[in-house]
T-cell receptor, first 116, second 115 residues
Framework: AQSVAQPEDQVNVAEGNPLTVKCTYS??????LFWYVQYPNRGLQFLLK??????LVKGSYGFEAEFNKSQTSFHLKKPSALVSDSALYFC??????????????FGQGTTLQVKP | GAGVSQSPSNKVTEKGKDVELRCDPI?????LYWYRQSLGQGLEFLIY????????KSGLPSDRFSAERTGGSVSTLTIQRTQQEDSAVYLC?????????????FGPGTRLTVL
C-alpha cells in the first residue's frame, strides 16, 4: 500500500537557524511528491513538488526539498527559518493505484514552531 | 486570478440534518477533488471528478455522502443525516488535469460542526 510518513508531530527551531521537516514514503515505482503548508484556518498552499529530474527541488518562500530514492525520503528544508514559517506542513505522494485519479495521499502533518 | 472558493466557511448543524457544501474550482481546471481533514484521521480523499467522466467515489465513508459536479465546474458535497463523526474541515482542490505533474490548488475549506 502507498503511504507517507512524517515522523515528527512538531519541530521547534530558533529564528535564523536551518530547519528540516522529515518525510518518508512508500510507493511502487517512481514517486511524485509534494509539500504543502497550512496556516491557521486556511486551506493548503502548494510549496514544491518532485516529479523527475534534479533531486534538489526549490519552491516557494525559500523552501527546498531533497529527494533521496535510496532512503525513500523527501525532507523539506530551509536555510534560515522565519517566525512567519510557523505552520502545519504536509508531505504528500500522488496515488499510483489502478484508478489513476491523481489523488494525493498525505502524511499526518508536522507542526513547525519557529521561535524568535 | 481567483483561487478555489468554498462556501460556507463554517457550518454548524444538528445531528440528523442534511448539509450541502459548495466548491468553485479555478476556471479551466478539469480535475476536482474533495478531501476531509479531521483530528483523528488527518487528510483523507473523498471523491474525484475529471471533466465529464464518471467520478471516483472510492473515498466516500458511507452512503450518506454524495457529490455532484454540474457543467464540469461547480461541485456540491452533500452529507445526509449528519452524525457527530462527520465534524471536520472539508477541503476542495482543483488541478488543470489529473496528470502527475499538476499540483492541486486547495480552497480555504468548510468547517462542519455537528452537534
Amino acid at each position: 500500500a502507498q503511504s507517507v510518513a512524517q515522523p515528527e508531530d512538531q519541530v521547534n527551531v530558533a529564528e535564523g537557524n536551518p530547519l528540516t521537516v522529515k518525510c518518508t514514503y512508500s510507493v511502487s515505482g517512481n514517486p511524485y511528491l509534494f509539500w504543502y503548508v497550512q496556516y491557521p484556518n486556511r486551506g493548503l498552499q502548494f510549496l514544491l513538488k518532485y516529479i523527475t529530474g534534479d533531486n534538489l527541488v526549490k519552491g516557494s518562500y525559500g523552501f527546498e526539498a531533497e529527494f533521496n530514492k535510496s532512503q525513500t525520503s523527501f525532507h523539506l528544508k530551509k536555510p534560515s527559518a522565519l517566525v512567519s514559517d510557523s505552520a502545519l506542513y504536509f508531505c504528500a505522494v500522488r496515488d499510483k493505484g489502478s484508478s489513476n485519479t491523481g489523488k494525493l495521499i498525505f502524511g499526518q502533518g508536522t507542526t513547525l514552531q519557529v521561535k524568535p | 486570478g481567483a483561487g478555489v472558493s468554498q462556501s460556507p466557511s463554517n457550518k454548524v448543524t444538528e445531528k440528523g440534518k442534511d448539509v450541502e457544501l459548495r466548491c468553485d474550482p479555478i476556471s479551466g481546471h478539469t480535475a476536482l477533488y474533495w478531501y476531509r481533514q479531521s483530528l483523528g484521521q488527518g487528510l483523507e480523499f473523498l471523491i474525484y471528478f475529471q471533466g465529464n467522466s464518471a467520478p471516483d467515489k472510492s473515498g466516500l465513508p458511507s452512503d450518506r455522502f454524495s457529490a455532484e459536479r454540474t457543467g464540469g465546474s461547480v461541485s456540491t458535497l452533500t452529507i445526509q443525516r449528519t452524525q457527530q463523526e462527520d465534524s471536520a474541515v472539508y477541503l476542495c482542490a482543483s488541478s488543470f488535469t489529473r496528470d502527475s505533474y499538476n499540483e492541486q490548488f486547495f480552497g480555504p475549506g468548510t468547517r462542519l460542526t455537528v452537534l
